[in-house]
Every structure is written in C-alpha cells, then in structure tokens.
C-alpha cells in the first residue's frame, strides 16, 4: 500500500514530441505528489508537484494530470527537448501519523531519451 | 549556499569491510533523509532524522546499516560488513519548514556510488 508503481521504466521520444510518465498508487492518505528530475551523475531535483485537490497543473512544457479516482497521475512533456532527457521519478508523500514530519515514497523511476 | 554536500563521490570497496558515507545537510535544514538508488528498486527511503533525532529507520535493510546525526550539519550512513548487494547509489537529500508547510522539497546531494567486491 505504500508503493508508487511507475511505467514505463524507459522512453524514447523525437524532438518535439510528447513524452508521458505514468504512476499510480494505492494509499489514498498520501497529500502531495511531486516529480523529480535526475541528470547522470546529479540527484534528483523537484521538477514539478501537485496536491490531490487540483486536477491538473502546468509549468511551461511539464504537465501534470492528476485522476484522484483513479488514483493515478501522469507527467506530461509537451515538446521534448533532447536536454529533457534524464530519469524521472514520481512520488507520493504520506501524511505524519502523529508528529509534522512526512516521507516520500518514490516511484522506480522512467529513463527518458529525447532524439534531436 | 553550497547545497548538500555528500562524501565520498565514488567508494569501492572489498566485501566485509567497513563503508561510511558522509552528509552535510543544508544550513538550517532541519530534515535529512537517506535514499539508495538502485536499477530494480529505484529510490528507496533508508531513514530520516527531524532535528537530529531519527524519526523513521524501518527501511534501513539489516542491521548492518547504522546512521548518526550528531549535529545538525553532519550526517553518516554506515554499512558494517558491507556486502556486493549494497552496492547502490546512496543520496542524502535535506528539507525544512517553510510556512507550516512541511517538506515541501527536497534537496538532494549529488550522492555517493558504491562498489563493494
């Protein structure tokens, strides 16, 4: 229950292309569900997030939808650049039981190449 | 501001022996987190500390693993015998309160790749 199963685990889009990166989870007590981005050799840094209250929400070319019923978001890429390319990772962070800290689950994480 | 600072880069090492990867979180972070990254798992969360005190270490695999906060500008993760199947990518990550929103973003350091042969 606490798993964030992400798909696909790679993707190969052209230049100018539409990239999307699925994830889905089962704890509907997570509150917020950021994506990272990681370039070879870097950690991760917040790409983009979203709370489960909004349905969608954009960022220059980074969309995220988001399917509370369903309990599934996406990342969408609008005009893949080859400079996107780099690993993706969603995750879903769970409220504290009892205190005012919280921890993220993350997803397993999507390689995505951008062919010029 | 520098960011988080991890040590070593790279570590490889003969299986058995002792490994310590080192963390130096934001200046007033107040949250540190450990994360392994490997091909078939992803990132997964080891243990975070909230002003020092671990709050959360049930994914820290085996007692083999250990971690110590002493302060709040100094983290260790420590792997005492260490084994092939701990190699990973290890990253400290750091966040803080902000607003009364906690943990909205983490930061994370460019992390330590581990061998162990």
């Known amino acids: 229950q606490q798993q964030v199963k992400q798909s696909p685990q790679s993707l190969i889009v052209q230049k100018g292309g539409i990239s999307i990166i699925n994830c889905a989870y089962e704890n509907t007590a997570f509150d917020y569900f950021p994506w990272y981005q990681q370039f070879p050799g870097k950690g991760p840094a917040l790409l983009i997030a979203?709370?489960?209250?909004?349905s969608e929400k954009k960022e220059g070319r980074f969309t995220i939808s988001f399917n509370k019923s369903a309990k599934q978001f996406s990342l969408h890429i609008m005009d893949s650049q080859p400079g996107d390319s780099a690993t993706y990772f969603c995750?879903?962070?769970?409220?504290?039981?009892?205190?005012?800290?919280?921890?993220?689950?993350f997803g397993t994480g999507t390689r995505l190449k951008v062919l010029a | 501001d520098a960011g988080v600072i991890q040590s070593p880069r790279h570590e490889v090492t003969e299986m058995g022996q002792e490994v310590t990867l080192r963390c130096k979180p934001i200046?007033?972070?107040?949250?540190l987190f450990w994360y392994r990254q490997t091909m078939m798992r992803g990132l997964e969360l080891l243990i975070y500390f909230n002003n020092n005190v671990p709050i959360d270490d049930s994914g820290m695999p085996e007692d083999r693993f250990s971690a110590k906060m002493p302060n709040a500008s100094f983290s260790t993760l420590k792997i005492q015998p260490s084994e092939p199947r701990d190699s990973a990518v290890y990253f400290c990550?750091?966040?803080?309160?902000?607003?009364?929103?906690?943990?909205?973003?983490?930061?994370f350091g460019s992390g330590t790749q581990l061998s162990v042969l």
């Open positions: 200046s007033g972070h107040d949250y």
């Open positions: 990550a750091s966040s803080h309160l902000r607003g009364g929103r906690t943990n909205e973003k983490l930061f």
């Open positions: 979203i709370r489960p209250d909004v």
């Open positions: 995750a879903a962070r769970t409220p504290p039981p009892d205190s005012g800290t919280y921890k993220y689950i």
